[in-house]
């Protein structure tokens, strides 16, 4: 597949493009719509390579999403659009046949449409209309990611099923307005679509997304869901963004088309195999927000067409290179390089080289005379005619479970001059290979503080190239220290404009949600008591561990599981009004969660009974899950200090076969043992912290202090061996 025609609008929310199908028997290329941020919605084909406008409505509201419908049995080419909280219906030349009014207090973000029901998503709730009237609403416990309906079969007597795909890692299937049941997926789904398009031989069947790039295989049944499959994001890759159904490679069976974050568009087909497999990827260099299938560009070949975050439409056609250029009949030229162009062809580029020079003319004298106009009124006082310039940010701060580090992304729909990430708590900045800006740190004295100050722990700026709209970056943070990052976002724009962005760093932000714990485990318990309310225990949980909605889940008593991605411990919260038991097999985690408890309770001037049950089996079991991962380092920086003066040798040698073998593999690994060492500089360090804060924790709830200990805790870490460790730290601490 190659990249044809593309075509550029304002910057386009999550699923607002559409391909039309066609109404009639005629053979016709299909049409696109879509809708951006302006407000502007548009509808346009592809004729000879030519753009070919069919409407193109005014500028209104922004666009959060546009699907299609019509009456069922019959073509969905019917346009509807969603701004704020109002739901627009407009036909294929642009007609407006409906104008309703939802009367949400939210934006509409998600919108499905079948037949004469109209379903409605915001952020927390759902909406069922039917004939623009309403039906009923449903109040989620968490955020809606992505709402689908699976097909209605045409005898018209199955009801609606929709599913909405929650922040909170379940996907909530509804019968009418009530909760049928929750399904259970390994992250949080960001986009949903029917299997195969139409849910399978039962339509019961879906595909969805996740946030941290993984894409999984579920069908509904009486009892349990049926897992199918799921497809790991092993090559770290973004998050998904969207997703649909076409036949791209003509075998009769829909292929499954997906689109990233980090901008790649990929092809899975369903062979035999039990998973689908990738058979086509490119990348659009930005967030993909649409991705969609159909006959666009020429008839006979089918196109993915994708539209990104900044307003590019891109299609990848299956059609080869033959005679558009060249004019040659064979099937098999794809190579155009030095070919001569046709008349028509030259005349296009000539016009367009053209165009593109006055354009450049005008843009030029209309800087100047802005220039000119600003210095005379800032001369006279007069700074009226300076005004900031407006543009959009497209961030994401989404923590990892792969590396546990947390991965920011920041696109802006215009080329970034620079961006400068200042932190007030200690941060590891990570290599990440995609990204081409130079970064320069300026030094710091920060003040010590246990967290959460003014201080400045970080100061980095990235200086992007001249192309650049996205840039990523990668951060590792310490548990138990929790403040902000900053990021100062400059774009390439006259005159300069900065936009702040903070992200915060909570005091457990390597914990991850999760389903269920293993109950096998030795726990610790902390046990909490007061005269507060469950709203206000909440606040203080969602203050302390990421991926926790603003308001408490429905319900008298809330429970919630965590895991540590980077130890594999695990955590416990149950909680109601006046009480909060936490579990886990991490006493460093209940430490951190007693001091930040207490710490806002008595901000609030809440008195607190507090008990703690504490499991010495626990400290040897964390002091096990540590083992793999301090013996790898250990090992790694032998390897490293062993290199150089392996490598000097082998420059005086020549011939090392008379080395152990042991050091012969480390000269054939040198590459990918300095390339491993560089992505993790300071890995080691931070094992050795939280072993640490283990020793000081243990003892922390017995009321000793063991500070002075520490320089011999560390003189046993550097002579490590597991069993040695777990004796020093059952030692008596007197």
Known sequence: MRATTKILVAVTDRKCMKILPNNDKRRVTQKIVIGDKNGILQCF???????????????????????????????????????????RGFSRKGKKFLDFNTNLTETISNLFVSGSDL?????????????????GYYLSNDKINDMICLPVSRNQEDKLIPILACNDRI????????????????????????????GGEEEKELVYGTSDGKIGHVMLADEQPIYKWEISNDKNFGGISCMSHHDITGDGVND??????????????????????????????????????GVVGALGFDEVVASTYSGWVTGLTTEHMQKRVTGSTSATTTNVIGAELDEDTEKKFAGLRAEVETLQMKVKTEREKHAERTNKAVASGNSALSRATTFHVNDRFVLSSSD??????????TAIDHIVLQSDVPIDLLDVDKTSAVVSYTSTQPNASASGGNDN??????????????????????EGQYGHVQAYIVPRLQPKTCVLRRYPIRPLSLHQRKHYIDEKRPM??????????????????????????????????????????FLDTQLECIYRKGEGVFRSDNISSISILKDILTKEATTKKITLKIQYELSDDSIAHTLQLLHPKLDHQLMLAKKVQLLDALQELRVHEGNLDFLAPEYQSILLDAEEIKREFQKQPARLERLYGMITDLYIDKYKFKGVNVKQKVPQLLETLDSYELPALIEFFQQPSY
């Open 119 to 135: 379903l409605a998503g915001g952020l927390y709730i759902y909406n069922h209309f039917s004939d623009c009237v309403d039906q």
């Open 45 to 87: 084909g592809i004729k000879k390579r030519d753009i070919s406008s069919i409407f193109k409505l005014q500028p209104g509201p922004p666009i959060t999403r546009v699907e299609l419908g019509g009456a069922l049995g019959t073509p969905q080419d019917k346009i509807f659009v969603a701004s704020g909280a109002e739901v």
């Open 404 to 413: 546990a580090s947390y991965q920011l992304s920041i696109e802006v729909q």
């Open 457 to 478: 722990f970080l100061l980095a700026t990235y200086r992007c190239q001249a192309s650049t709209t996205r840039l990523e970056v990668q951060i590792r943070s310490i």
């Open 256 to 293: 499954l088309l997906i689109g990233r974050d980090s901008g790649e568009v990929e092809i899975y087909s369903y062979d035999v195999a039990d998973e689908p497999i990738l058979r086509f990827s490119h990348n659009c260099n930005e967030s993909v927000t649409s991705v969609q299938g």
């Open 524 to 565: 610790n318990t902390l046990t909490l008591s007061g005269p507060f309310s469950i709203a206000e225990i909440h606040s203080w949980i969602a203050f302390c561990l990421p991926d926790l909605p603003e308001r408490p889940p429905t319900g008298d008593v809330v429970t919630l599981y965590f895991i540590n991605t």
């Open 171 to 198: 996907l909530r299937v509804l019968d009418g307005c009530d909760l049928s049941c929750e399904i259970e997926v390994s992250g949080a789904p960001q986009c949903m679509t029917p299997f195969k398009g139409n």
